[in-house]
């Protein structure tokens, strides 16, 4: 009987530039207690800025050496407003979640970070656990939540090199805040348009 546990989860939901990236990641029970003995644990803890993602990238590499099975799924920008503009993002998070799920080779659990996000799929999968905040308590989650942040930031660096030259500096991480605010305002300023990297849905980001 298999013992592996598949642990769910993203990053990139809330940005307004770039991609939403969503991970799945299988472990055994041995490898789930070497990974958290090498400081495998919620993304988010690391904090931000090249320190981190550093630490984060050295500790995906581990996390792909030792799992079962891991999985990306990257949601583009154009496909996000397709469903933003309908009020669908969680439909898009979940349909990507359980493309990973049908993936993934057999598991004794599934177990997925958002209790409303993903609670609708035990209809489909009944061994499957939504819960919040589950990557501070399972290790396949908080090894998913990796894996998704460091393509995440892999993808959001490839956005900054690409526009660096000509704007300066890009700070903010995408993210809603004045430093991405103001590289939206100096491209729209120069070609009139937002980036094609920016999330036209996300009304903020437009030029008033």
């Not at 809330?14 to 490898?31: D, F, K, Q, R, T």
């Not at 439909?91 to 979640?97: G, H, I, Q, T, Y």
């Not at 399972?138 to 090894?143: L, T």
């Not at 009139?192 to 849905?201: F, K, N, W, Y």
């Amino acid at each position: 009987m298999t013992r592996l546990v598949l642990g769910i989860d993203e990053a990139g939901r809330g940005p307004a530039l770039g991609a939403m990236v969503v991970a799945a990641v299988a472990l055994e029970p041995s490898a789930s207690r070497r990974l958290s003995r090498a400081g495998v644990a919620d993304s988010k803890r690391f904090g931000s800025g090249a320190d981190a993602h550093a630490i984060r990238s050295e500790l995906a590499k581990l996390i792909q050496a030792h799992a079962a099975f891991f999985c990306l799924e990257v949601c583009e920008v154009e496909t996000i407003d397709a469903y933003v503009h309908r009020g669908a993002l969680n439909v898009l998070e979940r349909e990507r979640a359980e493309a990973l799920v049908r993936a993934a080779p057999p598991c004794k659990r599934i177990v997925a970070d958002g209790k409303r996000m993903f609670g609708a799929l035990r209809g489909s999968f009944p061994h499957l656990e939504a819960t919040d905040r589950a990557e501070s308590k399972h290790v396949a989650v908080a090894a998913a939540s990796i894996l998704a942040k460091v393509r995440r930031d892999e993808l959001f660096a490839q956005i900054v090199a690409r526009y660096e030259p000509q704007f300066g500096p890009i700070r903010g991480g995408g993210y809603v805040n004045a430093r991405t605010r103001a590289f939206t305002d100096a491209y729209q300023a120069h070609f009139g348009t937002l980036p094609p990297e920016a999330r036209t849905s996300w009304p903020w980001a437009k030029k008033d």
